[in-house]
């Protein structure tokens, strides 16, 4: 019984499965076929061993990461900085999103958006020298144009690490809001707007209609993309805290995160085992928070969890 | 009902499309792939040529290589039954990818490697060639001679450096016109200490507000202090502070001779002599210096440096060496045969034959005569009327012997004569073939390498006081286990003296 059961179901979904299967095969290819190489994270590679064959050395490529003085530092760094992108970059995001909702008419709406997309387009490079332009010591803009005029003293940017968790934070989300925002977006065109005809009937200001509505009906979004992005606690964007403190020493307490290290450390060895070391120990990291993230929410609102 | 099925004819035909398109595709590459290996088999059989690819990088250009190499072909074919094929990547695209190919997954018979052999014998990627050289390469033993054990690790011969300049201290290159016009030529010419470059730097700074009078030589891809009157034994945990003589591995950011020229720099950063922004510095002295907007630098200098950077900088440069030129630990250029490649004696053999063959060094430096150079009439190479450097389709550059091969219109005409005679004469450090293996302190040295990132760029361009920041850096690369790095290397030293 239950497996003619199961056979009527997978005649009635197969129209699904099919259309999912080039996403299927997409991931199978790009995602799960090269886990096979986790298994470098274990050993001494080399050439002539290939991935399979090379010397088992245990969990000795794993040492380095929390050996040092400044594990401590880079782990702090990462988790902080990850947690403050969740929180504003959400808030940021949706007040954005709700704004541009807001506008009449479409060709301000699109002339906006495409203006707060545009920096997602730009590399991370060519990022580092638009921030450079703006803070460098002797041609930079701040120096030259702002306190040079009004008489203070000029700052070295590059060399004071207090300004750049606030540079830091404005520039990924001067980046980030755009891409960010048009999921938010396209939920809230897609709410009811009954919804807010009522309201506003019952005399309900935006204000209101924003607590009470749009952000509730955003709940399931927001929960969605910020269990995604626990999951990524453990990374960082190696190009924003790199590329953008233009590698500056003096900034490193402020700068270093896991991923920056990794590459500090290992660009001079090419270390295969060290470096795949590093992104297993991310990877299972942020699978377990996901995984604790997604229970917690499930306990809280069971319908809001993703799985 | 009916829209449910249409939809599945649908999706099941755009499914299909879509693995049809993967499956042509891959068969096409794979009928073409036994093509080839057909061809190859059956002109073996013939006249048993072996085929080998070999990876550089350049800083020139490299459309026409495959016309290039037909050309090469036509001499390596004959005299060694070797048919070559180069595949040149530019700088930058090289640095990115050189990682991969060590890994050992391109088909590649033979590797550039710029940056020393360490990593590719470290991990496995190095052909041991120490027989193959002995039988395949003795007139690659007869150019080198001992330098040819900067290609060795523990009696092992892993790597041919290349034939250039290996004797080379810390010297100022700097623009000769602005010092002669200041009156200062004699004052540079006789300025050997850091410190003795002050006066000359505050004449420049006033005479040429515009100019910055110090930049760091290569931005901040290397530390101001990298080419130091010391020799680093392959990274700077640990060096020979005498190389001629020293059996000692010390730790050269203790030295005086470190803490003086790092106050050195931090006076001059004070007096406005550097940049503000010098610890972040993007551009190279030579962009710099092009552009009017540099006075000088520290580097790696050598007899020939002043007349490198003039045609490189287009200005006329001079370089004051800091002390004697010495034969270092090892050359960073090399060529290594990859450990899984099919066809070892055929790589050396060709390594040989480029080494020796002048028509051989030639095409594959500057092309063909008459259409990528021609000679003028001092018998030295310049690119053909109307073409230019940007213009060119094929001026590779690289080689493997600076003196293989013509000569060309910008180079010293007596820079053969000169390479070999400092290369025979010169002072050689004592450690010259020594290589430091790293497997048994990779932890320290990530760690180091970190603690260097933070601190080093920050005191040698001066921009920390070293009066509080060089004891910090000091503790904190002892916290990371620099001792037990040294250890290491002067256990490894001893006992390549000791061979």
New interface residues.
């Given amino acids: 019984m239950s497996k003619s059961n199961a056979f009527v179901k997978l005649k009635k979904f197969l129209p699904f499965y099919v259309m999912a299967l080039p996403g299927i095969i997409y991931f199978f290819i790009n995602s799960y076929i090269p886990m096979g190489g986790l298994i470098l994270a274990f050993e001494k590679y080399t050439v002539k061993g290939g991935i399979f064959g090379s010397q088992k050395v245990g969990l000795s490529n794993f040492k380095f990461l929390f050996s040092s003085a400044d594990a401590w530092l880079m782990t702090r760094n990462t988790i902080v900085y990850n947690l403050i992108f969740i929180i504003l970059g959400t808030v940021v995001s949706i007040v954005v999103a709700y704004l541009l909702h807001e506008l009449k008419g479409n060709l301000p709406r699109k002339l906006y958006q495409t203006t707060i997309l545009f920096p997602s387009l730009l590399s991370i490079i060519i990022v580092s020298y638009l921030v450079n332009a703006v803070l460098a010591g002797d041609t930079g803009f701040i120096n030259n144009n702002i306190l040079i005029p009004m008489g203070l003293e000029p700052i070295s940017f590059y060399s004071e690490s207090k300004y750049w968790p606030f540079i830091l934070v404005f520039v990924h989300l001067w980046q980030m809001t755009g891409t960010n925002c048009i999921l938010y977006l396209a939920n809230m065109s897609a709410i009811d707007p009954g919804l807010y005809e009522a309201a506003s009937l019952d005399g309900a200001s935006r204000w209101h209609t924003f607590i009470h509505i749009t952000i509730p009906c955003l709940i399931p979004t927001i929960i969605t993309l910020t269990i995604l992005a626990v999951g990524k606690i453990f990374n960082s964007d190696f190009g924003l805290f790199y590329q953008v403190p233009m590698n500056s020493g003096a900034l490193i307490n402020v700068t270093q995160t896991i991923d920056t290290y990794v590459y500090r450390g290992l660009m001079n060895t090419a270390n295969m085992g060290m470096s795949a070391a590093a992104c297993f120990y991310q990877s299972v990291v942020g699978f377990i928070l996901v995984m604790i993230t997604n229970h917690l929410v499930k306990k809280i609102s069971k319908e809001n969890a993703m799985f | 009902m009916k829209k449910?099925a249409l939809?599945?004819i649908l999706?099941?035909a755009?499914?299909a499309s879509?693995l049809t398109g993967c499956g042509s595709t891959s068969t096409k590459d794979t009928s073409e792939s036994s093509s080839s290996e057909t061809k190859e088999t059956s002109a073996e059989e013939s006249k048993e040529v072996e085929k080998i690819k070999i990876f550089v990088p350049t800083g020139g250009k490299a459309d026409d290589i495959e016309e290039v190499m037909a050309a090469v072909n036509e001499i390596t074919v004959p005299e060694i039954g070797v048919e070559v094929e180069f595949k040149a990547y530019e700088f930058g695209q090289w640095f990115q990818q050189?990682?991969l190919f060590?890994?050992?997954t391109e088909d590649v018979d033979i590797l550039a490697n710029y940056g020393g052999y360490l990593?590719a014998v470290?991990?496995?990627?190095a052909y041991d060639m120490t027989d193959l050289i002995q039988e395949y390469g003795q007139d690659i033993i007869e150019r080198e001679g001992e330098y040819l054990k900067s290609g060795e690790i523990d009696g092992r011969q892993y790597a041919v450096p290349i034939y250039a300049g290996y004797s080379w201290t810390m010297g100022m290159i700097y623009r000769k016109d602005i010092v002669d016009e200041l009156g200062l030529t004699e004052a540079a010419e006789k300025a050997t200490k850091l410190e003795d470059w002050e006066p000359i730097l505050a004449a420049v700074k006033e005479a040429y507000p515009d100019m910055t009078p110090y930049v760091l030589n290569n931005g901040?891809t290397a530390p101001n202090f990298k080419y130091g009157t010391w020799d680093d034994l392959g990274?700077f945990y640990g060096v020979l502070m005498d190389p001629t003589s020293d059996k000692e591995v010390t730790n050269v950011f203790e030295s005086d001779q470190y803490a003086h020229l790092c106050s050195v720099m931090h006076d001059w950063y004070n007096k406005g002599y550097c940049?503000?922004?010098i610890?972040?510095q993007?551009d190279s002295f030579t962009v710099l210096t092009k552009n009017d907007a540099a006075f000088c630098t520290l580097g790696q200098a050598d007899f020939n440096t002043a007349f490198y950077q003039s045609t490189t900088c287009n200005k006329p440069m001079g370089v004051t060496l800091f002390g004697d030129q010495v034969a270092r630990t090892y050359n960073n250029v090399c060529y290594t045969i990859?450990?899984?490649t099919e066809h070892p004696e055929a790589a050396m053999k060709f390594l040989n034959l480029w080494m020796s063959n002048k028509d051989v060094g030639t095409l594959i430096s500057y092309g063909i005569e008459g259409k990528h150079y021609v000679l003028d009439e001092n018998g030295m190479g310049k690119y053909p009327d109307g073409v230019d450097a940007g213009s060119s389709t094929y001026h590779l550059g690289s080689n493997i012997s600076n003196i293989n091969r013509i000569l060309w219109e910008t180079e010293n005409p007596d820079y053969p004569e000169l390479l070999v005679e400092h290369n025979s004469n010169d002072k050689k450090s004592i450690a010259l073939g020594f290589s430091f293996d790293?497997a048994n302190v990779?932890?320290e040295?990530?760690?180091l390498?970190?603690v260097c990132?933070?601190?080093?760029?920050?005191l040698e361009t001066g921009?920390?006081d070293p009066e509080q920041y060089l004891p910090e850096f000091i503790s904190?690369l002892k916290?990371?286990g620099l001792d037990k790095v040294i250890a290491e290397k002067q256990a490894q030293l001893d006992a390549f003296l000791a061979q």
């Fill in positions: 449910k939809s599945l999706t099941t755009m499914a879509l050189y990682s060590l890994s050992g990593n470290s991990q496995g990627a901040t990274n940049d503000k922004d610890q972040t993007t990859m450990s899984n790293t990779t932890n040295i990530t760690q390498d970190n990132s933070k601190y080093q760029a920050g921009t920390l904190a916290d990371a």
